[in-house]
Nanobody, 119 residues
Framework: QVQLVESGGGLVQPGGSLRLSCAAS????????MGWYRQVPGKQRELVAR???????TYADSVKGRFTLSRDNAKNTVYLQMNNLKPEDTAVYYC?????????????WGQGTQVTVSS
């Protein structure tokens, strides 16, 4: 079974920074895309950023220039560096991976980590 384990959420003031990490483990053959989504109560989960195994990165317009997604393919880990955080970035952030394991291709989610931007 594949697991995605997140860390790094918390409370930060507007203009501050946080770094989220997500490590995938289990019977993994390869991971195609890996990245982060976020969700606030009453709204759909939305893409924040994702990166393919070949290095192609997609960002939501709302985070371009402020967030940076990096990926260590050897460690099956992604990092989301979030700078100049705004109150509207407050959400539960979920790691996501499109993984080829001994069960075939599947999308997996982490348990979520809360990010709160408030003074």
């Amino acid at each position: 079974q594949v697991q995605l384990v997140e860390s790094g959420g918390g409370l930060v003031q507007p203009g501050g920074s946080l770094r989220l990490s997500c490590a995938a483990s289990g019977s993994i053959f390869t991971i195609y895309t890996m990245g982060w989504y976020r969700q606030v109560p009453g709204k759909q989960r939305e893409l924040v950023a994702r990166k393919t195994s070949g290095g192609i990165t997609t960002y939501a317009d709302s985070v371009k220039g402020r967030f940076t997604l990096s990926r260590d393919n050897a460690k099956n880990t992604v990092y989301l560096q979030m700078n100049n955080l705004k109150p509207e970035d407050t959400a539960v952030y979920y790691c996501n991976g499109a993984v080829y394991s001994d069960s075939g291709w599947s999308k997996f989610w982490g348990q979520g980590t809360q990010v709160t931007v408030s003074s």
